[in-house]
């Protein structure tokens, strides 16, 4: 079985990067915003006010974060919905592959880019962001791969909704990007409206949110029971109800 898996998983990371247009969109194209935005507001702000802008310290890389978390998705539901169309997913499930197995194999190659993007942001952002930050990497990146994995659980269930591969990304933006802006990214929660605020309690992207930027500075683990907590409610929900309704032809 794991060696089944690992050849597959190898198979779909080579098929992701003979795509150069789907590799710069997901690994690169983040990066890029990043680096420009920080370029751009380094030379506009004094370096004090820099050191001390809460929104550059922490707020802007965890939206950097979190963008590389939903381009992660839509990339997961462009090529799961492409697989069912061409019959791929059938064809594969008729393999001596457990369906386990073929789903895993693609939630491993999402990881695999979303580290991989983050590492090339992290590398960048310490020779051209000048933030004065003192990055908790490696609590940042599991909280990291702990969103990713309770993200990609709805692309799951999306990836079951779109009618064509056509609609793929469309669909799942409408889906993804609206959930980060009640998550309490961009303004307070306290702010919205209380339905809207009762929404946002039930989104796996608020908890994300609070993980992430807690992780970013540096807080205990212990402060975040809560958050791991419900992203790992979100991603035992979601996973179980996409057994149900993920379609394979």
């Avoid at 809460?54 to 998705?73: E, K």
């Avoid at 309770?150 to 889906?175: D, E, K, N």
Wanted: with cysteine; aromatic share 10%; net charge positive.
């Amino acid at each position: 079985m794991m060696r089944g898996l690992w050849k597959l998983t190898w198979i779909e990371i080579k098929v992701f990067l003979r795509e150069p247009m789907g590799a710069f969109g997901t690994i690169l194209f983040p990066v890029i915003i990043f680096l420009v935005v920080g370029r751009v507001v380094g030379r506009r702000m004094d370096p004090s006010a820099l050191a001390s802008s809460s929104f550059i310290r922490v707020g802007w890389p965890v939206i950097m974060s979190l963008i590389i978390v939903i381009s992660t998705v839509l990339s997961l539901v462009t090529i799961i919905s492409i697989y069912r169309e061409g019959g791929i997913l059938k064809r594969l499930r008729a393999t001596p592959l457990r369906p386990q197995t073929i789903l895993t194999a693609h939630v491993i190659v999402k990881l695999l880019l979303t580290a991989a993007t983050l590492v090339l942001l992290v590398l960048a952002g310490k020779r051209y962001y000048p933030t004065g930050v003192q990055l908790h990497f490696v609590s940042f990146t599991i909280a990291l791969v702990i969103s990713t994995c309770a993200i990609l659980s709805i692309g799951f269930i999306i990836a079951s909704m779109v009618p064509t591969a056509r609609f793929a990304q469309p669909i799942g933006a409408a889906i993804l990007y609206p959930m980060l802006t009640i998550s309490g990214l961009f303004f307070p929660l306290a702010v919205l409206p209380p339905f809207l605020r009762a929404v946002s309690r039930l989104l796996p992207t608020t908890y994300a949110v609070s993980l992430l930027e807690g992780m970013w500075i540096g807080d205990p683990w212990s402060a975040h029971l809560g958050d791991l907590a419900a992203l790992a409610l979100a991603f035992a929900v979601c996973t179980a109800l996409s057994a149900k309704v993920f379609r394979w032809e």
